[in-house]
Each structure stands twice: as C-alpha cells, then as structure tokens.
C-alpha cells in the first residue's frame, strides 16, 4: 500500500513561501508517516526543494491570474492519482482552492478567502489585525481556533532552509567569488513595488563603509532581472578594483540561496531574500518603509530591523502615494551600518 499524502499548495510569492515553512515542519510532526509535497509555481519552486521536509515539489502548469478551468480540472484528475487525503490551500484565491476540490481531496484546509465555502472544508478566518506571516500559516496545522495567544506564537518553529556545501562551492566557482575571502550580501530588489527599495545610493554607501573597515571583503548584488540597473548603480559607486558582483539576474534563485547561505551577513529590504536568509540563519540586517516589522520580521540569531517608523508608515502601497519615499530615503548608511558592523566582527 501506498504511503498517505499531504498536499500542500505554496502562495506565489517567495517570502511567503519561506514563511509557510514551519506549518510543514508541524504537519510533519503531526503526520510522520504521510508523504509531504508541494504545488507551487515556477518562480517559487526552488525555494521548496531546500526544505527537508519536503518529498517531491509539483510545478504548477497555469498562466498567472488565469481562471483556466479546463487545465484545472485535467491536472486535478493527475492530482487524484497520486492519493492525496488532505490538502493544504494556502493562497487565498478560489483558482487554488478548486485544484483539492476538484481531486476529491477529502480534507481540504485553508482561510476563508475569496468565500470559499465548500471548497475548504476545514475553514479557518483571519485576526484583526493581521497576525505575523509565520503564525498565519502555522495556524493551518491545528483546528480553526479565533485567535493564537503571545506564547502560543513565540513557540512556533522558525522558518528553515537548507544549502548544500556543493551548491556553495558550484555557485562561488562559477561566479568568481573566492569561497576563503568574507562575503557580504546585498539584495537591493523588492519585486512588491518601489516603495520598498531602499535608495541604491545608500546600499552603495554602505559597500564603502564595509570595504573601508575590510578590504578584502566581496559584496555580492543579488536580485531578478528587474534590479540589475539598481545594482549597476550602486556596483558604479564602489572604490575601483574592489571586488563586488553584480549578480541580479545571473544567477538561479537556487544559486541565489547557496550565496546567501554562505554570506557572512546579508542587507535586504523587505524581500523574498530577505526571508531566505533569515531561514538560512545568516545574521541579517532587514531595511523596512512601506511595510510593517513586526508582521514579517526576520528570525535569524543575529538579526536587526530597521525602520524609522514615520506617522506615514506603514503604508503597504507599491509605490509611495506622497511621492517623497522619506521613510527609505531617509535612512541613511550610517543607521544601517551600525547595526552591521557588530555582525561582521
């Protein structure tokens, strides 16, 4: 007899996928004997395939926003084949929701979302305000309570991710990064909006200000192929001859992972880098605007959050209704360095 499975269906953005790690860990836990895998689109599937407890990653086939019933339904009845028993839907659309539904998945878990009755039929609702990222997925793995107390949320398991040592040395060979030198990473990217970018002449402050106390340190720039102007900019404002990488969109984001897992320290906005570092345990300095820190902080042993937390913040808009950006823009190199410097001790 085939082993039982759990299915469970990733959000479609990286940070939150590193978020809903420990409702795996809990599932896990609670289910030692089930087979965990995980649907989840391209773009986001490689940040599965690091976590331990993950047995096989789905890929799923649908273009982004499209209802597409019809592929629905025909990759469902794959899904039905593989003997799923319960199901975990942690998007909060009914396009996921209808995947489970339609592959007679018997328990199908999930929040309410867009009125999702029927579909998900282990229903769970909402906090206001919002509880942290980490909380709102872990809830998924208990019964649908009204709210999770102070402590109940301080005892979650931390989100975990896993970078081989051959990933590392396959990354560092091929981008030129000497393995035996510090490497400090930048991820001057936020693919939410430009109200999150912190200015990339402030992270090009900052690459001074390391370089000044270590010379023989290599920054690393990391992102999609959307902040490789950002990080040609700051790449220009460094000293010349040092040795700094402009890496946003020359790299996987599984070679992505191994660089951060390999960093001495890591300066992010609020990101999915971000979080990716934070569950690979590098001390992390998170620069926040536009978003709360307190709703998705990072939870590495060393770890600062940084935000001037101005009347106007958090806004949690893309790009900045008041046009000025001041809760980035005035959050100078000298702050963050700060925080930064103990780390690189």
Not at 38 to 65: K, N
Request: hydrophobic share 50%.
């Amino acid at each position: 007899m085939n082993a039982p499975r759990i299915l469970v269906i990733s959000p479609n953005w990286i940070g939150d996928a590193v978020m809903a790690q420990p409702l795996l860990r809990l599932l896990r836990a609670a289910h030692p004997a089930h087979a965990i895998d995980v649907l989840a689109p391209p773009a986001v599937s490689p940040v599965w395939r690091q976590m331990a407890e993950v047995d096989e990653v789905l890929e799923t086939p649908f273009r982004h926003g499209a209802l597409q019933l019809r592929e629905r339904w025909k990759y469902a009845r794959l899904l039905r084949r593989r003997g799923y028993d319960q199901a975990y839907v942690l998007p909060n659309t009914i396009k996921y929701a209808l995947i489970p539904w339609l592959a007679g998945i018997k328990r199908r878990v999930g929040y309410k979302g867009e009125s999702r009755h029927g579909l998900i039929n282990v229903m769970h609702h909402d906090e206001t305000p919002p509880r942290p990222m980490v909380a709102f997925y872990a809830a998924l793995a208990g019964a649908p309570v009204a709210a999770q107390d102070a402590a109940a949320r301080a005892a979650l398991p931390r989100p975990r991710l896993v970078a081989s040592a051959a990933q590392i040395a396959a990354v560092c060979a091929r981008t030129g990064i000497d393995p035996a030198r510090p490497l400090v990473a930048f991820a001057p990217g936020a693919e939410f909006g430009g109200a999150k970018r912190w200015p990339a002449r402030h992270f090009a402050g900052l690459g001074q200000a390391i370089l000044a106390n270590g010379p023989s340190t290599q920054i690393a720039l990391l992102g999609s192929p959307k902040d490789r102007e950002a990080c040609a900019e700051v790449a220009a404002a460094m000293p010349a001859g040092a040795a700094v990488f402009n890496l946003a969109g020359a790299t996987s984001l599984a070679e992505a992972i191994a660089l951060i897992a390999h960093a001495s320290a890591v300066v992010a906005n609020d990101s999915g880098l971000l979080h990716i570092a934070s569950a690979l345990n590098r001390p992390v300095v998170a620069l926040y605007g536009p978003t709360d820190p307190d709703h998705a902080p990072p939870f590495s042993d060393l770890a600062a959050s940084i935000s001037l937390r101005l009347d106007c913040s958090p806004c949690r808009q893309r790009e900045c209704p008041l046009g000025h950006q001041h809760c980035m823009v005035q959050m100078e190199p000298e702050l963050v360095w700060r925080s930064l410097r103990p780390m690189l001790a």
